[in-house]
């Protein structure tokens, strides 16, 4: 009986020891962990937190570990400036280039900029890195190896992380134009991909069925085009609607609010004003700018829209300069998405003003193979029309690039003849994306059967809620993509891809919650890609490290689908 007794104390003293333990199976894999599970520092209330008081960022990255300490466990860590007895301690390496007397800074590589080491040992936590983006990685590897518990106290076993990105460019895209989320929820969605270790935020900010974006110049584009009378129910073709108005559209002010963010959580704001197409919402507040001259409701249904920019109406420019021109003012971003999809171009062939533009800039079809041409807008190929669509994206682009911005584009951009400096987002496929990389232009990966967050997760459509259901992206689909597409590309042409997007389209995604659910755990998957080398992949693995970043989302109320396949 006494034995037994013993042995329940064991037990329990063992499962109590075990649930104040860290462990650094975290989501994204570092690069490199070498643990030694026998050693342990014992973080404990009270204790300090150590950082350069030179920089305003690394206070924020000290508060933001304190705060994350405290969720997670409890325990309560105070900031003690540049106190170097402190056991936890944020440090920026100071660089100068080899044998040059002058302490010139070193070009760091994008990477770089994000590396961290951390380190657990008798003396503490020491975390250092190149720059506070560093440092900010570093606290968010710390608080996901933090067990959730209630207490004074956590044990840290021992160990010597080295970790760094692999890609430059790990973004995630809300569509606010098919249904209007709050400043408060892109917030959370924020979080959310700053706890992934992504570092783009692709914002879509205009659509068919709803302009979010103020534009102060033309203030009735906000008010009038972010309304639309009704919303269709449940599958588009059956016309079936709810008839309640609908709209929202987030402020200059709070756009600045989001960017800044964002920044804390080391994160841009990619803006897409998406054109020619899907502006119809515009074309309601704006019907000049039409082929045909409207009246154009603001889409109530989803799918491609035949009503698009008029190419051959001089208008057209000057309207996207000014839009463009604002979006730069709120948007420090060095990229700005045109957007560029799905642009029928039936009107255009019809149209008096676009075919009188298309002979004054002389463009002829040619009969060259276009990749990705889909019947979706770009199916004539290197037609006129296209090529009319890439003049007015080579308006646009120097325009971008007189404020110093690149131009980034759905792979449709393509179809015409891209523009010199053009960034293309592969989504039809990696087609468009390898077509780009060897033309030597830069891509981001962002495939639809790969990437798309609107569609279901699971085979079981029952078991989750309705969504964009004509194929299955599941978790396994993410982690299996290889964004080099090494079969295609050579190595120097792979140096083109920056990254890796998943896209939450949002036709059927109108709730917070129903968002989050179609984002996580997916954004894991994907965060592995983003960050991993291809030699750390393995799915069963991250599977098995899935259920303690999952405590982690409760605890930051996060929603999320239970189930992975
Ligand atoms: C897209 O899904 N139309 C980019
Ligand atoms: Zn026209």
Redesign the pocket.
Known sequence: MKQLGLLLLACILAFSASAQRANYNIIPLPKEVKVDTTQFFTLANGMGIAYDESDAENIRVAQFLQEWVKQATGVELQLTAADKKAPICLSLIVLAKKGKKSKQPVELTEQQKESYTLTVNKEGVLISAYEPAGLFRAAQTLRKSLPIAKGKSVELPYVQITDQPRFTYRGVLLDCGRHFFSVEFIKQFLDAMALHGCNQFHWHLTEDQGWRFEVKALPDLAKKGSVREKTVIGPSRMRIYDNIPYGGYYTQEECRDIVKYAAERYINVVPEIDMPG?MQSALHVFPNLGCTGGPYPVAPHWGVMREVLCGGNPQTLDFLKTVFGELCDVFPSPYIHI?G??CPKERWQKCAKCQAKIKELGLTAENVQVEGSDG?GSQDGRSAENKLQSYINHEIEQFLASKGRSLIG?DEILAGGLTEDAIV?S?RGTKGGVAAAKLNHRVIMSP?VFA?LDHPQLKDYGKQPRTTDSYIVSCSKIYSFEPLVPDELTKEQSDCILGYQG?L?TEQVAYPEHALYQLLPRLGAMSEVQWCNPEQKDFENFKARLPQLKKLYDKMGLVYCNEVE
């Open positions: 899907h957007g999809d799905e979706r759905w987002m989504w639809n798309y896209n389209w």
